[in-house]
């Protein structure tokens, strides 16, 4: 009978958007802009995958938030409206204020 073992690597947000930042960040102005348009448009794609992946760590306001961010941007029109981030921005999209 095989364990479940989870890994827990101790990563504050900080040092995921740093990093992101670091990646993302083509602002030499030697690079063409559609370049860097695309580079950038990849990272945040990254990041839009590991919010989904990762968003039953978030408290309810930070969640709300950046799947805000995300719609805003236009990413989460790619979803169905069938997954897991889908359905919890849906139950808590008007239960306001949230916590910090």
Known sequence: MASLITLKIPVNLNEILKEWSKQ???FSKEIPIETREI?????LMELFSLF???????????????????KDAG??????????ISNRYAKLEHQEPFEK
């Open 24 to 26: 993302a960040g083509c």
């Open 75 to 84: 990413f989460t029109k790619r979803l169905s409206s069938e997954a897991n």
């Open 52 to 70: 989904a992946r990762h968003h039953e760590e978030l408290t309810n306001g930070n969640f709300v938030r950046i799947y805000r961010f995300f």
């Open 39 to 43: 580079k950038y448009m990849s990272a």
